[in-house]
């Protein structure tokens, strides 16, 4: 996710997806937004993460607001998004789910729909300096398939020039908010474990936190709202999927930096190994008619790529088993 200022403090991501807020200093207590309907199944990790759900830090609503939303104030689930929430809750894998029950301050959800920014994670310390997150989403997102949500967030990539091109995303029927949750939790994960702070794991794609390495910081794929640049042009989609479909990221938005890219190679790895979910991503022209197509789960690059993520949590988490 690209980072920008906020007042004193930085945030990164936040731009369609999520982001970070770094904060110093004990969070404070929790206030319920409203009760959650009693589950009707559930183990106990997941009946302690509906309990934080609650109402956004104050924090958070002013980081929206300073990114430029307006009208922002708490959402208050009704008993049909309640189920919804746990729903997604309930698909997460299992090491996410008690990483989240150690690492998690409160879940959120917010209206802020003049906001491009989806979720946003607020890091900061726990009463004992444990690092401690708080998630907050849009409720926008409730009631989005994955493929509506991806294809939405494609498309603010781009400015309409009459070309006519456009782009479409298929992901199948999964949620949203799986995949916003699953992005999310890893970076949980990458904050406690410092994994991508303390360098990327993929020095061949990286040179640092932000900053691709060659040849990918001279492709299209580096000229993108996700790296702070001005919207393309519509007729312009054509050669940057191409060009996408040659890269080892699994999305543009991974090319943000080395967190997304992280995030994002956690956040598919599930979704394709456990939920078989497809990723399509399809430029038609002016006719509907297919120009480009990229699959990006299909590619070897991206597949090696997603068990590096993988086996990089993995080693990470077994150095240090208390951080998780």
Do not use: C
């Not at 959650?36 to 980081?63: C, N, S, Y």
């Not at 999964?174 to 990458?190: G, K, N, R, W």
């Not at 794991?201 to 040849?215: E, G, I, K, M, N």
């Amino acid at each position: 996710m690209a980072k920008v200022s906020l007042h004193s403090r930085s945030w990164s991501g936040a731009l369609l997806v999520g982001g970070l807020l770094w904060l110093t200093g004990p969070g404070d207590g929790l206030a319920q937004g409203g009760a959650p309907l009693a589950p009707a199944v559930g183990d106990q990790t997941a009946a302690a993460l509906r309990a934080r759900i609650g109402p956004p830090h104050d924090e958070t609503i002013k980081a929206y607001v300073a990114a430029g939303a307006t009208e922002t104030k708490p959402h208050v689930l009704t008993d049909r998004e309640w189920r919804l929430v746990e729903s997604a809750i309930a698909d997460l894998p299992v090491q996410y789910r008690q990483v989240l029950e150690r690492r998690l301050g409160r879940l959120s959800f917010i209206d802020a729909p003049s906001s491009m920014g989806t979720a946003l994670t607020r890091a900061f310390e726990g009463p004992n300096g444990q690092p401690m997150s708080d998630i907050t989403i849009r409720s926008e997102v409730l009631d989005k398939s994955l493929s509506d949500f991806l294809t939405e967030k494609e498309a603010m990539l781009f400015s309409e020039d009459g070309s006519g091109y456009s782009v479409r995303v298929s992901a199948g029927e999964m949620s949203a908010l799986s995949y916003i949750l699953l992005h999310e939790t890893a970076h949980v994960m990458d904050r406690a474990l410092e994994i991508t702070l303390k360098g990327p794991p993929f020095r061949t794609v990286w040179t640092d936190y932000r900053s691709l390495a060659q040849p990918y910081a001279a492709d299209p794929i580096s000229q993108t709202t996700y790296r702070r640049q001005p919207k393309l042009p519509a007729s312009q989609a054509p050669a940057l999927y191409r060009a996408l479909d040659q890269a080892p990221f699994v999305s543009l938005y991974s090319t943000a930096s080395a967190g997304e890219d992280f995030a994002e190679l956690l956040a598919w790895r599930e979704l394709s190994t456990r939920f078989e979910a497809p990723l399509k991503i399809q430029v038609l022209d002016g006719r509907g008619i297919e120009v480009v197509s990229v699959e990006p789960l299909k590619s070897p690059a991206v597949r090696s790529r997603l068990e590096a993520a993988q086996a990089a949590l993995h080693k990470a988490s077994a150095a240090a088993p208390n951080k998780t």
